[in-house]
């Protein structure tokens, strides 16, 4: 049994969190209008700019990303326009559906999950039509896919009039992410995956180009509205009540991540993926995602041991202290997902691969 007081996650979000961060959020209240809250805003504000590498702005959202997601469409793309997603994935495919659901025009470039968007693809769909964004998925956590946004950034930004809009939901302070290097022009995250808070509260780093196309458009909505927000921003502030206890946890985790190097931090996660990698290639394992393209903060095994995931998981929780991913959406139990993100050490990752060793050895 775990010596654990707790069931430690090892899930692709939300992913567990330190103790001390966890603990950082019983400080006592103070008010959203008040000084005390400016500072704190203005220090968590130059902390993320860094982490994002922009000189922009980052919008603080009490929602999870995909509130961001709504955001990005309503304030990025005009009503007679089209919008561009690339879809292969669980993910990408709902940011798409979102899109659909606030009445814009949609087009897809799909590939099979698995596979990853090249820029090549991207600059043919851009031949055929124009488009007011392209929304792309930087890491798929459904399927351990990263797309190479770099790329796909140079070639989107041969389009004046298209802006570049960017989950980074699991990628985000997990892979190598340069906002403003790359051209892109909103770059959405939240706390619970590389970032490793508690689930509720969201970031964007947001271009002038992208805050001076919400201008010119009418019905943007209000909560994610980046107008109203960045008003607020000027300010050191937020429109809305934010979740100030989870910023003040931001705020300490940020010192421990600028402290650690988010070169090294991103050097961090592709060792836990080369380890787990190893693992799963000795096993006889398959790895699902493109190869080339796979992701640094979540492996998704290709179950080609044909092992059973659901007796897997309960095995984890009850004999080794680990709740434990038994694959997303259509690829459930076909795949399984190994997220080394956040603050997962190796000796973490160690323990759970030597767990599911064990699982193995007794249900054989």
């Given at each position: 049994m775990s010596p654990f007081d707790h069931k430690r996650l090892f899930l692709p979000g939300p992913v567990e969190?330190?103790?001390?961060?966890?603990?950082?959020?019983?400080?006592?209240?103070?008010?959203?209008?008040?000084?005390?809250?400016?500072?704190?805003?203005?220090?968590?504000?130059?902390?993320?700019?860094?982490?994002?590498?922009?000189?922009?702005?980052?919008?603080?959202?009490g929602s999870s990303g995909s509130g961001l997601w709504e955001g990005a469409v309503r304030c990025g793309v005009r009503e007679d326009r089209?919008?561009?997603?690339?879809?292969?994935?669980?993910?990408?495919?709902?940011?798409?559906?979102?899109?659909?659901?606030?009445?814009?025009?949609?087009?897809?470039?799909?590939?099979?999950?698995?596979?990853?968007?090249?820029?090549?693809?991207?600059?043919?769909?851009?031949?055929?039509?124009?488009?007011?964004?392209?929304?792309?998925?930087?890491?798929?956590?459904?399927?351990?896919?990263?797309?190479?946004?770099?790329?796909?950034?140079?070639?989107?930004?041969?389009?004046?009039?298209?802006?570049?809009f960017v989950d980074t939901v699991s990628g985000f302070l997990g892979t190598e992410l340069r906002v403003d290097d790359w051209g892109i022009d909103i770059a959405l995250t939240s706390s619970q995956k590389a970032f490793a808070l508690p689930?509720?509260?969201?970031?964007?780093?947001?271009?002038?180009?992208?805050?001076?196309?919400?201008?010119?458009?009418?019905?943007?909505?209000?909560?994610?509205?980046?107008?109203?927000?960045?008003?607020?921003?000027l300010k050191d502030n937020t429109p809305s009540t934010p979740p100030i206890a989870l910023m003040v946890a931001a705020d300490m985790q940020m010192d421990a991540i600028l402290a650690e190097g988010i070169e090294a931090r991103w050097a961090r996660h592709r060792a836990m993926r080369e380890a787990t990698h190893e693992w799963a290639d000795e096993r006889g394992f398959g790895l699902y995602?493109?190869?080339?393209?796979?992701?640094?903060?979540?492996?998704?095994?290709?179950?080609?041991?044909?092992?059973?995931v659901n007796a897997m998981g309960e095995f984890m929780e009850d004999e080794i202290g680990f709740a434990m991913d038994k694959g997303y959406g259509k690829i459930k139990g076909a795949t399984f997902r190994l997220p080394h993100m956040g603050d997962v050490t190796l000796e973490m990752l160690r323990e759970v691969l030597d767990g599911i060793d064990a699982f193995m050895a007794q249900a054989n």
């Open positions: 969190v330190r103790r001390e961060i966890l603990e950082a959020q019983t400080a006592w209240m103070i008010g959203h209008r008040t000084a005390d809250f400016a500072e704190l805003f203005a220090r968590l504000q130059s902390k993320l700019k860094r982490a994002f590498f922009t000189d922009s702005r980052v919008y603080v959202s089209r919008v561009l997603h690339l879809t292969g994935g669980a993910f990408s495919e709902r940011w798409a559906d979102i899109s659909r659901a606030n009445g814009l025009n949609v087009d897809c470039v799909q590939v099979d999950w698995g596979q990853a968007h090249t820029a090549d693809l991207v600059a043919n769909a851009l031949k055929e039509a124009c488009y007011d964004a392209v929304c792309a998925v930087h890491n798929e956590t459904s399927t351990g896919v990263t797309n190479p946004i770099r790329e796909i950034g140079a070639v989107v930004n041969k389009h004046d009039d298209t802006l570049f689930p509720g509260i969201a970031f964007a780093a947001v271009s002038d180009r992208l805050l001076e196309r919400a201008k010119t458009i009418p019905n943007r909505g209000y909560y994610f509205d980046i107008v109203t927000l960045e008003k607020s921003l995602a493109q190869e080339g393209y796979r992701s640094d903060t979540v492996t998704t095994v290709a179950n080609t041991l044909d092992i059973d």
